[in-house]
């Protein structure tokens, strides 16, 4: 469905991402894993069309979508939940939604996308009218992942969903992740923590200082000696 | 370096013209230069009046030049309506070899032209200004052309008391000699004949709002019968528009600088509004006769008198040249500031014995139906004129 | 007299709203400072007397002169600004510099350095009288005409789609676009949104001005900066907010400054900004802005 083909970043001088393969199929979840810099949240950028790429190809649906707008790419049905959430902070809960369906479907079906959301995440019906800022940490990712479920993707891009949440709450969510594949929703996830990463994936991408290292089904990678040792402390 | 670079062209560029400026400036040319506002706030008055000034050279140049003798060369530059742009700018034209110097019509610019021009004796005149500190601050150097402010006011405070009016309102304005000073001579002149100045009120040029002046105006426990000012486009529209908006009929006095088309373009709003001009074409008039070869020349008629003013300016200098017999600046100051009872197009002007702000008649005219109607033309009397 | 000074400055202040808002609308979503916000005014004083020129009756010559300002801003955006997008803040603004001064050689050259006179209808000078309280139709009309256009603007940011977009992108632009709304759409509304309330403004001034002239805009666009500066830059409530402030002190200090130091009162209205700026520096509603790594 998605294949990232020697995906090159550049900010600057500075090389963030060098070479970068990977393929998602559909109804996968791939986790992408690596320590903090190794250009995990700036290949998703890439394919949601946030970061320009400096060489390399995405292709999404057999499409070539690389330097597309990422208003465009959003069209085509990939939506990225952003690191840290970037909820509309000033905004209502509803608001917040409305957008997340805003161009992709008329008002009726906007609204019965929301009904459903709603139903997806009881904690949104009852702050529906509240400002996404004043939202706890796990309420503002709920919101997050609902908003980009508005616009009814086919591909989810999550960037550290566990961030500066709670233990019991990163379970919920993860909940929810395993949750919407089962609905058919493809997902490419980066994620530090790589043992919930990798509980959760079909496969796996290992990335570190821009490059991929390891690559595998999560199972394999949860039993190499090189993720045990880098990734999961043991 | 590229400053130092700069500064090499710069001079290199002067020299050249200078150049260019000795091999032109032939025994038979005299170069004009002209330091007036082509842009900003000044350029709807020294704009009728360089046209004016231009048709009158034209015209003398077709006869042999000033004083039959001596081509002119008009070099103009746009001040842009700024005081320091205008000091630039008379320097480049005193480079470029100019023996005479026109200057703005507003006194600082016209000053800030003259501290230049002064020590040189170039003579310098100002197309419409009007303030009669202008002369003195410059020295023996800076002619005025136009009524000066002091008589213009004195006209309209004459024309006021012979009215019946009573009690005015003086409002000024700090930033330009002009709109802080005209109202001032009128209340000087109006208090001696009786009058009072029931309340005082100030704005600033380009102020967008003068609601609170206007507040002040209502609120006055002696009530007003007039209020005079020298404000201009555009804040004189505004003044007037906000007043009658505000519902106060008061009527609103001022001076020359509000006899154009679009205070005329106003209409009904400035009904009775009274100004002041250099002249009025009356049937029969050099002044009506002007009008039309103006007209010819222009492809539109005049649209005040600063056109007349800007072409007697033309015959001012032509009388002095003629005088002196030479281009030498020195000899031709001197024949200006001689000069008695010339017969210009508005009447007489004379500027001997005066402060170099020649005497000279001023026509009252009042706004009605969108049309600037004739009152009636006086030269106040010399007592009666406030000192400046 | 406290009551009519009271009139007066929430009058003043309205106007200053609107232009605050124009100004803050723009910033808040492209980071622009668009200096030539003045001159949408000033075109569209020249749309309002081209179109009584042209013997339009009043209330469409003044549709037709708010309509010139707000595709003005669209066609600013797109032939001045939408090439710039990817660059600096000080590209952009020195683009709205040159843009300004453009139009003003333009409005100069074209039609002509000096004032023209716009005649107001007849109605518009007079007051209404209730006792002995009078309210001029002046004051009267911009005060209506600024409340109604604010309460609009106000119910097209919070009903519409674009309009809660648009707050959406003040926060976080980026995000807005990764919901598939264009980046276009939103900035062409900003702009078309700037130029209306540059349009309205422009009347209420012309209105209170009777005259249009190629410099018509510098004052207005001065005004408005410092009032959004006042307000937070980039907060729409702040925009408002400076304004009224702005047009309050202003007509304080008019109206209570002894005349010898009323020359002074610009310089003691920007001083009173600098303390409101040190007290609170990032002015007096500041704008919700996404920390971002």
């Known amino acids: ?234 | 370096m590229p400053s130092l670079y700069r500064l090499h062209r710069a001079a290199l560029c002067a020299a050249v013209f200078g150049v260019a400026a000795v091999s032109t400036a032939s025994a038979e040319e005299i170069i004009i230069g002209a330091a007036t506002a082509q842009t900003g706030v000044l350029a709807p008055y020294d704009q009728p009046a360089l046209a004016g000034l231009r048709m009158a050279l034209d015209e003398l140049n077709a006869k042999g030049g000033l004083g039959g003798k001596y081509t002119v060369k008009l070099m103009i530059k746009d001040t842009r309506s700024d005081t320091a742009q205008t000091a630039t700018v008379a320097q480049e034209l005193i480079d470029a070899g100019a023996r005479i110097m026109i200057t703005p019509c507003d006194a600082d610019p016209s000053i800030s032209a003259g501290q230049l021009t002064q020590p040189l004796g170039i003579p310098t005149l100002t197309l419409c200004g009007s303030a009669p500190v202008l002369t003195g601050a410059v020295g023996d150097v800076m002619f005025g052309t136009y009524p000066a402010d002091n008589v213009q006011a004195t006209a309209v405070a004459d024309f006021a008391v012979s009215e019946g009016k009573k009690k005015v309102f003086l409002l000024t304005s700090p930033d330009t000699t002009y709109t802080a000073n005209l109202p001032e001579y009128f209340g000087k002149v109006f208090e001696k004949k009786g009058g009072a100045v029931v309340g005082r009120g100030t704005f600033t040029m380009g102020q967008p709002d003068f609601s609170a002046e206007i507040t002040n105006i209502k609120g006055l426990a002696d009530k007003p019968d007039l209020i005079m000012t020298a404000a201009y486009e555009p804040d004189f529209p505004a003044f007037i528009q906000q007043l009658r908006g505000a519902g106060v009929t008061i009527p609103v006095y001022g001076a020359d600088a509000i006899g154009t088309p679009t205070i005329k373009a106003l209409g009904k709003l400035v009904d009775g509004v009274v100004y002041t001009a250099a002249g009025y074409a009356e049937p029969g008039s050099k002044l009506e006769a002007f009008n039309a070869a103006f007209t010819k020349y222009a492809g539109h008629a005049p649209e005040s008198t600063y056109e007349v003013n800007g072409y007697e300016i033309g015959l001012i200098l032509d009388q002095a040249v003629k005088t002196a017999g030479s281009d030498d600046p020195k000899a031709i100051r001197n024949a200006i500031a001689n000069l008695r009872d010339f017969e210009g197009i508005t009447g007489k002007i004379t500027y001997a014995g005066t402060n170099r702000m020649p005497l000279r008649p001023v026509a009252l005219m009042r706004y009605e139906g969108g049309e600037g109607k004739h009152v009636e033309t006086l030269i106040p009397d010399a007592a009666d004129v406030p000192a400046p | ?293």
Not at chain 1, 102 to 109: F, K, L, M
Not at chain 1, 188 to 200: D, G, R, S, Y
């Open chain 3, 1 to 293: 007299m406290i009551a009519q000074q009271i009139i007066n400055a929430v009058s003043l202040g309205g106007v200053y709203a609107l232009l605050a808002l124009g100004l803050a609308i723009v910033f808040s979503i492209v980071g622009l400072i668009n200096f030539a916000h003045g001159e949408l005014m000033t075109l569209s004083g020249y749309a309002l007397l081209a179109s009584l020129v042209l013997g339009f009756p009043f209330p469409m010559a003044v549709l037709v002169a708010v309509s010139c300002g707000a595709l003005a801003a669209v066609a600013m955006e797109r032939i001045a600004f939408r090439p710039m997008r990817s660059a600096s803040v000080t590209s952009l603004l020195l683009t709205s510099f040159a843009v300004s001064s453009l139009l003003k050689v333009v409005f100069q050259n074209g039609i002509s350095a000096r004032p023209q006179a716009v005649a107001m209808p007849g109605w518009m000078t007079g007051a209404f009288s209730f006792g002995d309280f009078t309210i001029g139709v002046g004051p009267s009309i911009s005060i209506v005409v600024s409340a109604l256009a604010l309460i609009a603007l106000e119910v097209f940011l919070r009903r519409s789609v674009t309009g809660t977009a648009m707050r959406a992108a003040a926060e976080d632009f980026d995000v807005v676009r990764l919901m598939g709304i264009p980046a276009s759409r939103i900035i062409a509304t900003a702009f078309l949104l700037s130029g209306l309330l540059a349009g309205l403004a422009a009347m209420l001034w012309v209105a209170q001005r009777a005259s249009v002239d190629p410099l018509m805009g510098f004052t207005p666009v001065l005004k408005a900066f410092i009032a959004a500066v006042v307000g937070g830059l980039g907060s729409l409530p702040g925009a408002v907010a400076g304004g009224f402030l702005l047009g309050i002190i202003e007509v304080l200090l008019q109206a209570t400054l002894p005349a010898a130091i009323a020359p002074y009162r610009d310089a003691i209205v920007l001083s009173g900004v600098i303390a409101v700026l040190l007290l609170r520096p990032q002015g007096l509603i500041p704008a919700v802005r996404v920390q971002r790594s």
């Open chain 1, 1 to 234: 469905m998605l294949s990232v083909e020697a995906l090159k970043i550049r900010y600057g001088e500075v090389e963030a991402v060098r070479r970068v393969d990977l393929t998602v199929d559909s109804g996968e979840i791939i986790a992408l894993v690596g320590a903090n810099g190794a250009g995990k949240s700036s290949t998703l950028g890439a394919v949601a069309g946030l970061v320009p790429a400096a060489s390399g190809k995405v292709v999404f649906d057999g499409a070539d979508i690389t330097g597309l707008a990422p208003e465009a790419i959003a069209r085509k049905g990939v939506a990225l939940v952003p690191e840290g959430r970037r909820i509309f902070a000033s905004l209502t809960v509803a608001d917040n939604l409305r957008l997340g369906g805003a161009v992709h479907q008329p008002a009726a079906e906007a609204r019965v996308r929301e009904e459903e959301m709603l139903e997806l995440f009881p904690v949104l019906r009852r702050y529906h009218r509240v400002k996404g800022g004043n939202l706890s940490g796990g309420e503002q990712q709920m919101l997050a992942i609902a908003r980009a479920l508005m616009g009814k993707p086919r591909m989810v891009l999550l960037d550290e969903p566990s961030l500066g949440l709670a233990p019991q709450l990163i379970d919920t969510v993860f909940d929810l992740i395993a949750e919407l594949r089962r609905k058919g929703l493809t997902i490419l996830l980066v994620e530090q923590n790589v043992a919930l990463a990798l509980e959760i994936a079909d496969r796996a991408v290992v990335l570190a200082n821009g490059e991929v290292v390891l690559a595998g089904t999560a199972k394999e990678l949860a039993s190499s000696d090189l993720v045990r040792q880098a990734y999961l402390g043991a």
